[in-house]
Nanobody, 123 residues
Framework: QVQLVESGGGLVQAGGSLRLSCAAS????????MGWFRQAPAKEREFVAA????????YYADSVKGRFTISRDNAESTVYLQMNNLKPEDTAVYYC????????????????WGQGTQVTVSS
């Protein structure tokens, strides 16, 4: 059974930083693309960042470029999202996602989703 477990969310002041982690289990994910989405209250879930299976390619939403960094550790089947210079508009539930296909993942149709972790940025 595939499981994606996010951690690292919390409450932070604007300008602060958080690091999210997503640990995958249930199969070998070293050949899967991994990514992050977020959903703010009363808004649709949106793409944040993705990383190829090798880590050689990364993709970001324009709203987080230069502030967020996605990385992965295939030995640990874990993907990370380092979030710096956080803004109140970054407040959302952040979801980890995994799929063999980067395009399929980026459009929000991955095979697997995590349960989400809340990030709240106060002004």
């Amino acid at each position: 059974q595939v499981q994606l477990v996010e951690s690292g969310g919390g409450l932070v002041q604007a300008g602060g930083s958080l690091r999210l982690s997503c640990a995958a289990s249930g199969r070998t994910f070293s050949t899967y693309a991994m990514g992050w989405f977020r959903q703010a209250p009363a808004k649709e879930r949106e793409f944040v960042a993705a990383i190829s299976w090798s880590g050689g390619s990364t993709y970001y939403a324009d709203s987080v470029k230069g502030r967020f960094t996605i990385s992965r550790d295939n030995a640990e089947s874990t993907v990370y999202l380092q979030m710096n210079n956080l803004k109140p508009e970054d407040t959302a539930v952040y979801y980890c996602a995994v799929d063999r296909s980067i395009p399929k993942l980026r459009i929000g149709a991955p095979d697997y989703w995590g349960q989400g972790t809340q990030v709240t940025v106060s002004s």
